[in-house]
């Protein structure tokens, strides 16, 4: 059950300008929520913008540049958020990508983990003051269900050894889960709550940065069985609005229900190692 009226909660929403984030941004506009999404691509930027105004009727839509892979980007983005609003009730981590070759970030990291996990990492812990300001608030990471397939060894975050575009989203998407685990337990006596969840196998571009075979086996992929980024955005909004998980924290959800994650995603030396790393490269405390 969703909350009907969102109308004064304030909604960041990141990867904004296309697929389930787009859907996300657009689907809590309609419920009447402020929603601030973030893109790195102007021109996206001005069509999300325009495609939500005009079939939300919701005129309480921005956007903000930023590239979630750079973290001097996410820095000045969480500065811009805190020059413009005094709290936050609603963030979305949702940016993600898949990268065929591997690449690296502007920071020297691999550039799946940098933008996948990293960029969740930073922005959340940038943001908790407004979140504990704007409480009761809502964490929402999105994740998949290739978590259950992820194996991060902390002897080589550069993955140097054995990098496949597979492995190195799979290991982003537990470090997501492990993540959403880690803050809820870290945020135990607050009224801000953190869930991660799986959409289900959506028709979005998320493979496309892949390029060549990658792109084209999702394409056909996606004709065949991949949902909609409206429905695959269903889960999310379920988080962000529903009375029914006010105060519910540290679970994964797919289809409104929550369900068991992997073995290694339950393991607390791996998320506090996890965390601790993420700290390092990330010098933040």
């Known amino acids: 059950m969703q909350n009907k009226n969102m109308k004064g909660k304030i909604c960041l929403v990141t990867g904004a300008t296309a697929g389930i984030g787009e859907a996300t941004a657009l689907l809590l506009a309609k419920l009447g929520a402020t929603v601030i999404g973030v ?3 102007p021109a996206k930027i001005e ?4 495609m939500i105004k005009e079939r939300s009727g919701n005129p309480d839509v921005v956007f903000l540049k930023a590239d979630l892979s750079s973290q001097k980007d996410i820095r000045d983005l969480a500065q811009q958020f805190k020059d413009q ?7 979305v981590n949702n940016a993600g ?22 960029g969740y990492f930073l922005l959340t812990n940038l943001l ?4 504990e300001k704007g409480a009761p608030a809502r964490i929402i990471n999105v994740s998949s269900s290739l978590h259950k397939m992820g194996k991060l060894d902390f002897g080589d975050i550069p993955f140097d050894n054995g990098y496949t575009r597979s492995k190195a989203y799979q290991r982003t998407k537990l470090a997501n889960i492990a993540f959403t685990y880690e803050l809820a337990r870290r945020l135990s006596n607050q009224k801000v709550t953190v869930n991660a969840m799986n959409p289900g196998l959506v028709a979005t571009n998320v493979g496309n ?15 065949i069985g991949g949902i909609t980024p409206e429905e695959g955005a269903r889960t999310i909004i379920y988080l962000a609005s529903s009375p029914e998980v006010s105060g519910v924290s540290g679970r994964y959800f797919v289809k ?19 965390w ?10």
């Not at 069509?47 to 325009?50: E, G, L, V």
């Open 276 to 285: 601790e790393l993420s700290e390092s490269l990330t010098a933040s405390k």
């Open 209 to 223: 940065a892949a390029g060549g075979f990658t792109a084209t086996v999702k394409g056909i992929v996606d004709k």
């Open 256 to 274: 409104e229900r929550s369900i068991p994650s992997s073995k290694t995603s339950y393991d607390l030396e791996f998320c506090q190692e996890l």
């Open 85 to 91: 609003y005094s709290r936050l009730d609603v963030l």
């Open 128 to 131: 908790l003051d407004l979140l």
């Open 39 to 41: 893109g790195r691509n």
């Open 47 to 50: 069509n999300s913008i325009r």
């Open 97 to 118: 990508a898949t990268f065929t070759e591997r690449r690296q970030s502007i920071d020297g990291i691999e550039m799946t983990f940098a933008l996948n996990h990293l």
